[in-house]
């Protein structure tokens, strides 16, 4: 509306988005959840984050206009169109695109060309998410990541490539692949791939950067995929690798994360000495850090939208301040790094057809982030339903994915973007009321718990052909009522049996068509896609 | 997440009482107190047939490792000989559901001392 | 004796006189927990391991039972004492009957 003309006067640079007064002695580089995003996107922030418990309230679970209020941001300006979701689809049309890992690397030139030394630390999420990168087993993603040097690198949806084709690729890594909680499941031993820290020399300071992989991975995601390994939170660990990087010397101790939010928050307020948590996973893009005792978290967002920049001045062994920078990444703002542009090229040429081809069109925004369904789930439910001819459909709360304006082709590339998995089969199956319940019970428990080393993994699972009601503030067992079958108006009967259609089962030997092919046809015969809002869920208890 | 759906890890009521029973065994109905032991388990299981759990109390003779939630509530009993190094041990459980571990350890003493910890069991799926 | 069944520990093969060390071991047993049905809804009979033990030179470190809620190749990990050079001696002890040895001795 009114806020996207304002906003297409206002003119945005390049200088202005690179600007940083120089501080302190190290410079932190920080990219995370980038999910094979190589080339610019849409991508809409979350409209619902809710947090419970001590997190109530507070960021990351605040989003739209009291985001914007709670840090200043103007309507209608870059950093509204960049970190809220309101009126999304015209500021898209007037700011463009954002991510491209060409201009990823121009901004981290800049930064370099500031200070040479500064850290460039990816916080994983890395090898995962589009059609390239499971066509070539994430090989597109190293060879565009090696060009950008970084220096260290922790991991979630790696390990979906099975341990096999992990330890290929960690071999031969020019960089530290870091986990401190990444262990032997059978002798529950630190795994020897993976080492708990890396220490540099920067500045003249004695930095020590300490991995944290993805806790649970074997919860929410196929443990079968790599059953060598075991994971968790291990923070009594954690808190002896501080100890020992202290006492072999390290002036700044960095864990690199991909924990989630709200459970780095509560590790930071456990784990004393850390000085900064580069924070992944949960893919919120936060402008400010967030201070735990003497910690400070930073939150960089997801699909190479954003590259957080943090200058730290360390004297004496203590870090004295630090001063840092949410860059959003505005990719007709930033010019593409020639060098990385062409590496991309080379990784898609091969496949140009393939992720060109236009499946059809969609006359309304198409979304994912958010705890409850976003519109791409709601097409992709309606996918399953009607070609898989079920009552129900289920589709996993994850988080990454880039949108689709109103008025924009889908391509083939488009619909990878939203589903590529290793383990994208649809299954179609018979569950009962009661059982479909308790899935959703689970889940609800995943994710709003209020103790967050008891939230596993993603959003809620998104639910096509039926409504229900969830009460966040009630524990498991007792928040999800109400619900209804869509097509009839009728209650779920518990002891009644529906076919459901889903898609991403962690259980081995999951039979059914790739779900990225059941949206592709489905998406032909509609040809134009219109999604009705969608109301089936009440959220209560807030 | 839903995608785990096919895996029945159905919470299952504790046999509370039957866990008690066990206890009283043990302890020959004698008090009980809350601090002298240590068991550390992770909050979610990776795998609820697979959950490691490590009990730890100086100076036991034995500790009595249950699982409350289980169809029957028995897991371990580690008994120390005089070579023990600690009397610590760890292992790996089965857990039927969410549920809560319990530990008690007979100190030297002869007293008792018990510990306990709440292990979710989920389906799992989801991943952000 | 029920098929691969196989032990394996993890013992320092030097310690000093007196040292404190971490033993860990595993045993390849299914822990058959008598609480599963096959196919045609029929108990599986229980079929576990029971008992583990280790001593070191004829004197007892650790003497477990073990219940069904123990997993799939029972994995213990526990302290020993050190007195003097020897040999630790473990024994896993079958429902059916069967007895598994392993020995590991250790300098000092
Ligand atoms: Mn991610
Ligand atoms: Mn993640």
């Known amino acids: 509306g009114n806020w996207a003309r304002l906003a297409a006067q206002q003119s945005l640079t390049q200088d202005q988005l690179l600007q940083f007064d120089t501080f302190g002695n190290v410079s932190l580089i920080h990219v995370t959840d980038i999910h094979a995003q190589m080339v610019p996107i849409y991508f809409r922030e979350p409209e619902v984050n809710i947090g419970v418990g001590d997190n109530k309230g507070h960021v990351p679970h605040i989003t739209g206009?009291?985001?914007?209020?709670a840090y200043g941001i103007a309507d209608g300006s870059p950093s509204h169109y960049a970190l809220t979701y309101n009126d999304f689809s015209s500021l898209a049309q007037a700011y463009g695109r954002v991510g491209g890992l060409d201009r990823v690397?121009?901004?981290?030139?800049?930064i370099r060309a500031d200070r040479p030394d500064a850290l460039l630390l990816d916080g994983g999420d890395t090898w995962h998410g589009s059609y390239t990168c499971y066509k070539t087993q994430g090989q597109d993603m190293v060879n565009v990541m090696n060009g950008l040097n970084p220096d260290a690198m922790t991991f979630h949806w790696e390990f979906t490539l099975g341990s096999e084709r992990v330890q290929e690729i960690v071999e031969n890594l020019p960089f530290a692949a870091l986990g401190q909680n990444i262990f032997d499941a059978e002798w529950d031993e630190p795994a020897e791939l993976f080492p708990p820290y890396k220490f540099f020399e920067r500045g003249g300071v004695k930095i020590a950067v300490i991995g944290q992989a993805f806790p649970y991975m074997p919860i929410a995601n196929p443990r079968w995929m790599f059953p060598e390994y075991s994971f968790g939170i291990r923070d009594e660990n954690m808190q002896a690798m501080v100890d020992e990087v202290r006492a072999q010397g390290a002036e700044?101790?960095?864990?690199?994360s991909h924990n989630g939010f709200d459970v780095d928050k509560k590790m930071a307020s456990k784990v004393t000495g850390i000085d900064v948590i580069l924070s992944g996973h949960t893919h919120d893009a936060l402008p400010e850090p967030v201070l735990v005792g003497e910690t400070i978290i930073i939150a960089s967002g997801s699909n190479g939208k954003f590259v957080s920049r943090v200058d730290l001045d360390v004297r004496?062994?203590?870090?004295?301040g630090f001063r840092h920078k949410l860059i959003p990444i505005f990719s007709d703002v930033i010019e593409p790094d020639a060098k990385i542009a062409s590496l991309i090229e080379e990784q898609r040429a091969p496949f140009k057809a393939?992720?060109?081809?236009?499946?059809?069109?969609?006359d309304s925004l198409l979304y994912r982030r958010g705890n409850f369904n976003g519109s791409w789930d709601d097409l992709i439910c309606d996918a399953l339903i009607s070609e898989r001819e079920a009552d129900i459909a289920m589709s996993p709360g994850v988080r990454w994915g880039p949108s689709i304006l109103p008025g924009q082709d889908i391509t083939r590339e488009d619909i990878f973007n939203v589903t590529s998995m290793t383990y994208g089969e649809a299954y179609r199956s018979?569950?009962?009321?009661?059982?479909?319940k308790v899935i959703l019970e689970d889940v609800a428990d995943n994710i709003f718990n209020p103790d967050p080393y008891y939230q596993q993994g993603g959003?809620?699972?998104?639910i096509g052909g039926m409504g229900y009601r969830v009460d966040v503030s009630k524990p498991q067992g007792e928040r999800i009522s109400d619900m209804t079958l869509l097509k009839t108006g009728e209650a779920i009967d518990p002891s009644k049996t529906y076919i459901v259609a889903g898609w991403a089962s962690v259980n081995e030997g999951t039979e059914g068509p790739q779900i990225w092919d059941v949206v592709e046809s489905h998406i032909r015969k509609q040809g134009t896609i219109t999604l009705e809002p969608n109301n089936s869920v009440e959220v209560a208890g807030i | 997440g839903a995608g785990a759906a096919l895996m029945t890890v159905l919470p299952f009521r504790a046999s509370a009482a039957a866990a008690e029973d066990v206890i009283n065994e043990f302890t020959g109905g004698a008090a009980v107190a809350d601090a002298g032991i240590d068991l550390t388990a992770p909050e979610i299981a990776e795998n609820g047939n697979t959950v490691p759990v490590s009990v730890s109390a100086e100076g036991a003779t034995s500790i009595l490792l249950l699982a409350t939630g289980n169809p029957t509530p028995g897991v371990a009993t580690f008994n120390f000989g005089p070579l023990a190094g600690a009397q610590s041990a760890s292992t790996r459980i089965r857990l039927a559901g969410t549920q809560d571990v319990v530990a008690i350890a007979k100190l030297a003493d002869g007293s008792f001392a018990r510990a306990s910890k709440t292990v979710k069991v989920t389906i799992g799926g989801c991943g952000g | 004796m029920a098929s691969g069944v196989k032990p394996r520990v993890k013992v320092p093969k030097k310690a000093a006189a007196g040292d404190v060390i971490t033993i860990k071991s595993l045993i390849s047993h299914k822990m058959e927990s008598g609480q599963r049905k096959d196919g045609s809804g029929n108990l599986i009979p229980r079929s576990i391991i029971n008992r583990f033990t280790c001593d070191f030179n004829g004197q007892n470190v650790i003497d477990v039972t073990l219940e069904p809620a123990i997993s799939t190749n029972p994995y213990f990990e526990f302290e020993a004492q050190v007195p003097e050079a020897g040999e630790f001696k473990f024994t896993w002890y079958d429902d059916d009957g069967d007895v598994y040895e392993e020995t590991k001795s250790i300098a000092v």
């Open chain 1, 65 to 69: 206009a009291d985001f914007r209020k």
């Open chain 1, 105 to 110: 690397s121009t901004v981290i030139n800049a």
């Open chain 1, 252 to 256: 700044l101790v960095v864990c690199l």
């Open chain 1, 316 to 320: 004496d062994g203590r870090m004295m």
């Open chain 1, 354 to 362: 393939e992720l060109e081809e236009v499946i059809g069109q969609t």
């Open chain 1, 430 to 436: 018979e569950m009962t009321g009661e059982f479909i």
């Open chain 1, 459 to 462: 959003d809620m699972v998104r």
